[in-house]
């Protein structure tokens, strides 16, 4: 613990000002829940930095340890080994009352015997401020979320939508340094998931608070963070904006878990610094971006997304070709699924116009081309 | 604002009257149809509560018998014995200090009792209502093992563990502790033991009851947003465990000033709560009058008593919203 405190006292000091400090610093954290060999590892030495302002989301299927993540920089958890920084102080030790970090909670988990205004400058109250200052700030809240008509309501008069805001006013009023949200979108219905998906965004940008934010929704990651970083199995896979995670996944996990993907075994044929070429099944020669760790030559695993490929009649100079088996139509997209030779599937999505005719058939023999700078060669 | 509340509501609800009289009458059959359903249990009261309580109440304006019962007479001499004695020589009246007395020890020892078994209670219940759903029965179970044993039983248990020869005092004598006896039979704190012990799990049972629903994510928010251990407790766990407390409390406050055999085996005669009062005028005393007058003023107090209790929970409700 000593330790820690000094290497984040010399951090800021190296830095000069704490803005330049990271906001949290996971350390090494490991977390076991009971001991023995029945103890289960809910995070296996996790280190992560998140930075000042930033909307950063821990993503990753249930039980992967994004939600234990959260516990431990909210307090409810204490680690088992390293510890967690906030602004360079360690406060992995700390209770959570305290911490200067709110958590909006998965279920709410408003006081039901509390009116909206009441729950809102609960925490205010707690921290010993003058009666006005409460009122003052519970008044500039409500107007936030924009909940004034509602403030004299119990919260259980309230619809889910309602409560969501309110649960968002109640862990902002306090000006936490950092903002912990666990799946708050997850009741929500999906129209108004999307607005609260929009709404949190401009309420980060607004306040200037650090969000982390929980959510096993790919979808709702991209559309939202800064950065995301990917978990599974206890152990961060991950961290990137979500454009990189997404065109450059560094493993087979994340390139599934994010988006639709296709997978090919392919053999890495030259190394260049930022990249280097892959023959492929078919025999064509391709070049490829690498994900992050050391290649070598040989066999590696591509992954090419199904809308950055096309699909052509003309299948003789195509870098792949296979059997068309099924069209599915989604609305937006068409989605073409083929077989290549061996058997392996492969996905093409094509966004679909007005007015256009069905080209292919099941059955048809096409070409498939790949778009440039599209094939990702995976970390295995 | 409870009663900016209450008008509101009355306005809302008289608008419905006017909106809708045909649902009026459906909701009305309704009520009938139930109001026969409590009709056995009504009947039952009637003959064993409001019957009898009728009769006393015309035997506390007779005039007592000599060999007990009472003579068709009227007079008011059996409320006015409540508190005031009329002297045997001179016929003058004066305060009747045992009486007075007596009721006092009665409320004294009953709010006593409601308090610890409060302090005892809430924390048992607290535990329970945090165990695992699978353990919580058994739990529960064991509350009630008291409760199969005649309460006569019970109590004279307690006689044999407190009295000058009982367990505790020959344990402390042999252990030199002491050097005779410490009287603890026969003292308004034993009877308040021994009523704490009786109705405990009166007490427990409501509070764990409205503590099982309690959603302990509550506390984590608590704690979240700054509060500590004690005013999450303050502010969140009893707040929210109200309903059981109170309820616990009446169910606890209740039988503890009518109570008859723990203090008439724990108090002794010269300890006697209400409950030993009324019955002394109905047996030994001779004045049923006296008794059925007494046992009004018990009735009145319990309502008094329980009028102030729900009215001031209420304010209390009304300042956290």
């Known amino acids: 613990m000593a330790k820690a405190k000094a290497i984040g006292a010399a951090a800021a000091r190296q830095h000069g000002s704490v803005g330049d400090v990271a906001a949290v610093t996971a350390a090494n954290v490991t977390k076991t829940f009971g001991s023995g060999d029945d103890g289960v590892v809910a995070l296996d030495d996790v280190s992560v930095s998140i930075r000042q302002n930033e909307f950063f989301t821990l993503l990753g299927p249930s039980g992967c340890g994004k939600t234990t993540l959260l516990r431990l920089i909210a307090g409810f958890e204490l680690p088992t080994q390293g510890d967690i920084l906030l602004e360079g102080e360690p406060i992995g030790h700390l209770p959570p009352y305290q911490r200067p970090v709110n ?90 998931r999307k607005e609260m998906q929009i709404e949190l965004k401009h309420l980060q940008g607004e306040t200037g608070i650090t969000f982390i934010f929980v959510t096993h929704d790919q979808e709702e990651a991209l559309t939202m963070s800064d ?37 090919l075994t392919a053999e890495l044929t030259s190394l260049s610094k930022s990249g280097g070429r892959v023959k492929l099944p078919s025999g064509k020669t391709v070049a490829v971006t690498l994900a992050d760790g050391e290649f070598s030559e040989g066999q590696v695993t591509v992954v090419i997304r199904p809308e950055h490929a096309r699909l052509t009649k003309a299948k003789s100079k195509t870098t792949l070709t296979g059997v068309l088996r099924n069209i599915v139509y989604i609305g937006t997209d068409t989605h073409y699924h083929l077989r290549l030779p061996g058997d392996t599937p492969f996905i093409v999505r094509t966004q679909n116009q007005r007015d256009t005719q069905e080209s292919y058939q099941q059955g048809d023999e096409l070409g498939i081309e790949i778009s440039a700078n599209a094939v990702q060669v995976l970390r295995d | 604002m409870s009663a900016h509340d209450q008008t509101v509501g009355l306005d809302t609800g008289l608008k419905k009257d006017q909106a809708g009289a045909t649902a009026e ?5 309704e009520v009938r149809g139930n109001v026969l359903l409590t009709a056995p249990a009504l009947i039952v009261l009637f003959c064993c509560a409001s019957g009898p309580l009728l009769i006393m109440l015309v035997y506390s304006f007779l005039t007592a018998g000599d060999y007990g019962g009472i003579i ?17 020589f001179d016929d003058t009246l004066s305060i009747a200090d045992a009486h007075i007395s007596i009721f006092w020890r009665s409320l004294k020892l009953s709010v006593l009792t409601t308090v610890v078994a409060l302090i005892f ?22 509350i009630t093992i008291p409760f199969w044993t005649n309460l006569l039983i019970r109590t004279f248990a307690i006689v044999e563990v407190i009295r000058n020869q009982g367990v505790i005092n020959t344990a402390l004598l ?15 704190f034993a009877i308040m033991v021994g009523m704490t012990y009786v109705y405990l799990p009166l007490m427990v049972l409501p509070i764990y009851a409205s503590m099982e629903k309690f959603d302990f994510r509550l506390v984590e928010a608590g704690y979240d947003l700054y509060a500590t251990k004690m005013k999450v407790l303050r ?84 300042q956290h919203g």
Do not use: C
């Open chain 1, 103 to 192: 958590t909006v909670f998965q279920s709410y988990a408003l006081f039901p015997h509390m009116t909206v205004s009441e729950n809102i400058g609960f925490g205010l109250q707690m921290l010993g401020k003058p009666q006005a200052e409460v009122a003052s700030e519970v008044e500039r809240m409500l107007a936030l979320v924009r909940m004034e008509a509602l403030a004299k309501r119990r919260v259980d008069q309230l619809s889910g939508g309602q409560q969501q805001r309110v649960a968002l006013a109640r862990a902002l009023a306090p000006h936490p340094k950092v903002l912990l949200l666990d799946e708050p979108l997850s009741a929500l219905d999906l129209k108004l």
């Open chain 1, 227 to 263: 950065r995301v970083a990917v978990m599974d199995n206890g152990k961060i896979l991950q961290v990137g904006p979500p454009r990189e995670i997404y065109d450059h996944p560094a493993d087979r996990f994340v390139a599934n878990f994010i988006g639709e993907t296709n997978f």
């Open chain 2, 25 to 29: 009458t459906a909701r009305r059959a």
């Open chain 2, 72 to 88: 068709w007479g009227l007079s008011g001499d059996g409320w006015s014995n409540v508190f005031m004695q009329r002297d045997i």
């Open chain 2, 121 to 142: 209670g809430f924390p048992t219940a607290y535990f329970i209502a945090t165990r695992p759903l699978k353990t919580r029965n058994l739990w529960l179970f064991l």
């Open chain 2, 174 to 188: 042999s252990f030199g502790l002491i050097d005779e006896p410490y009287q603890i039979l026969f003292t308004d």
């Open chain 2, 235 to 318: 502010r969140i766990i009893l707040p929210l465990a109200k309903p059981g407390i109170v309820a616990g409390s009446i169910l606890v406050f209740i039988p503890s000033l009518g109570a008859y055999v723990t203090p008439r085996l724990l108090g002794g005669g010269k300890n006697m709560m209400l409950g030993n009062l009324i019955e002394l005028q109905f047996g030994q005393g001779r004045n049923w009058p006296l008794g059925a007058a007494l046992s009004f003023t018990l009735l009145l107090i319990v309502m008094a008593a329980l009028i102030i209790y729900v009215r001031g929970v209420g304010k209390s409700d009304g």
